[in-house]
């Protein structure tokens, strides 16, 4: 299925998913899709692994946590901010390293304190490798963390490999 991306999300400097200057980290890019979902891109390195030539379950789970919190923030231009309260996971195949995944995420339930959401990490051949879901607690950014937005580096990065389209 085609996914037409309307949108990039933040990355930052540090974070061990999406931060662009962390060497150790996944470096992942996400979309917004016109479907109103979030899809995340990253290929695992060798650093990533458990068990030799697979990713570790949980580097698996980091992936998948963020993606679903993100995907809060689809379609809207105020920000609101997840933390993780509970997530649970399905494994269902190994992920290799090496190759580019893709992570899909979506919120299923939200009130005024708290929104639920379901993802999946999708192997290159379109088989899911594993599912997830999660329920987050909302919480304004300065009362979860001392986030100085420009030491950060929180900002949208835009790079030649944006795709406007992603096949899944
Ligand atoms: C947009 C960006 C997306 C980013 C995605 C990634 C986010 C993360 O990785 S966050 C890091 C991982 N998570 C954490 O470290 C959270 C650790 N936990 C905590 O700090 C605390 O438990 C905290 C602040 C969430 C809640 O604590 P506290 O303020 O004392 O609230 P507490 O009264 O215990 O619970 C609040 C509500 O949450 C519910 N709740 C708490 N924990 C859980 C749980 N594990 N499962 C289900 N519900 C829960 C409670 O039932 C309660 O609901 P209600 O008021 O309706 O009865």
């Not at 998913?17 to 060798?46: H, M, R, V």
């Not at 231009?77 to 580019?100: A, C, F, H, N, R």
Request: aromatic letters at 8%; a negative charge.
């Amino acid at each position: 299925m085609q996914h037409r991306i309307v949108k990039k999300q933040y990355n930052s400097k540090l974070c061990f998913i999406c931060g662009l200057k962390n060497g150790s980290g996944l470096q992942a890019s996400f979309y917004e899709t016109e479907g109103g979902e979030l899809i995340a891109t990253f290929t695992p390195s060798d650093e990533h692994q458990s068990y030799p030539g697979r990713l570790h379950g949980g580097i698996a789970s980091a992936i998948l946590d963020e993606t679903i919190g993100r995907a809060i923030l689809v379609g809207r231009e105020e920000e609101i901010w997840g933390i993780t309260i509970d997530l649970s996971l399905s494994y269902k195949k190994p992920i290799p390293l090496g190759v580019e995944l893709k992570v899909v995420g979506r919120i299923t339930e939200e009130n005024s304190r708290f929104f639920h959401g379901t993802g999946e990490i999708v192997l290159p051949g379109g088989e899911v490798a594993v599912t997830g879901k999660g329920k987050y607690l909302k919480a304004p950014l300065d009362k979860i963390a001392d986030f100085d937005r420009d030491a950060q580096e929180w900002a949208v990065v835009a790079s030649e490999r944006d795709p406007e389209i992603i096949d899944i």
